[in-house]
């Protein structure tokens, strides 16, 4: 890797999000059923927004960077089908915290994410700048604009989302699925394994044989080799706005669901 590479992802090793307690909280105690489904919405939004490819495979190509273009494009196609998967572990996980089926077909995305989407309302409703309509908060819906810059194309807005799909990629691979398999495998709460139909999604992204580790050997073969003294602060610049907007989303989510001693009403 080149230097300028390496400061890049040491920037988001070393930010404060890289460590963020908020898996640690919920592997510490089981959060109540609705909160977990509170928990699962604002995740699940925010992942959503990032795997759709907009117009930056184009935008680099139109900067003549065709290899770099096909690299995202290998991460765009490799997360088809991971919507409906992640449905499935959050509403698996869900009656497993709830002792009793809450979601009776597991396999029926709309329903489970209206589902998720009542439980944040509840949950979240009163948060200021809460979106009725959504169900986000202000710091998912902030989260999900970055990558609302997908659709320009123009060069800068193009470098930009490059350097935000690198610190996505690294946090997913070495931060989000991390998190989410000690919170809901490793924590022991929803008696679950990695194995189990399912948690299909956690097993499909977690690991060295994992989407998440190609996705992020992808973007920083993409990075590496698409960086010039012109193009390099506008990537640092796309790797800050992703770090900046999703610690405030981790923040809130911790501080108001996992922190909280909430404690679902008798
Ligand atoms: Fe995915
Ligand atoms: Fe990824």
Redesign the pocket.
């Known amino acids: 890797m080149n230097a300028t590479t390496t400061e890049l992802v040491e920037q988001v090793t070393r930010h404060r999000l890289y460590t963020h307690p908020i898996w640690e909280h919920w592997a510490e105690s089981p959060p109540p059923p609705d909160v977990v489904g509170a928990l699962f919405h604002q995740i699940q939004c925010f992942c959503a927004s990032t795997?759709p490819g907009g117009a930056l495979p184009e935008g680099l190509r139109a900067l003549g960077l065709g290899h770099q273009a096909e690299l995202l494009e290998e991460i765009v196609a490799s997360?088809a089908g991971?919507g409906p998967e992640l449905a499935t572990m959050a509403a698996h996980i869900i009656n497993q915290a709830a002792g009793r089926s809450v979601f009776g077909d597991l396999y029926d995305q709309a329903v489970i994410e209206a589902g998720l989407k009542k439980a944040s309302d509840r949950i979240l409703g009163t948060l200021p700048a809460y979106d009725p309509i959504t169900g986000l908060t202000v710091q998912a819906r902030r989260a999900i604009t970055v990558f609302e810059r997908r659709k320009l194309t123009d060069p800068a807005s193009v470098m930009r989302n490059l350097g935000t799909a690198l610190a996505l990629e690294i946090i997913s691979n070495q931060e989000l699925i991390p998190g989410e398999k000690l919170a809901l495998v490793d924590s022991g709460h929803y008696r679950v394994s990695l194995d189990a139909p399912e948690m299909h999604y956690l097993k499909e992204?977690w690991g060295e044989c994992g989407?998440e580790h190609q996705h992020e050997a992808n973007v920083v073969t993409a990075v590496e080799t698409a960086l010039s003294r012109d193009n390099e602060q506008l990537i640092h610049r796309g790797v800050v706005d992703f770090l900046e907007a999703l610690v405030r989303l981790w923040d809130v989510l911790d501080a108001a669901l996992l922190q909280s001693g909430y404690a679902e009403a008798a």
């Open positions: 795997r997360e991971h992204h989407a």
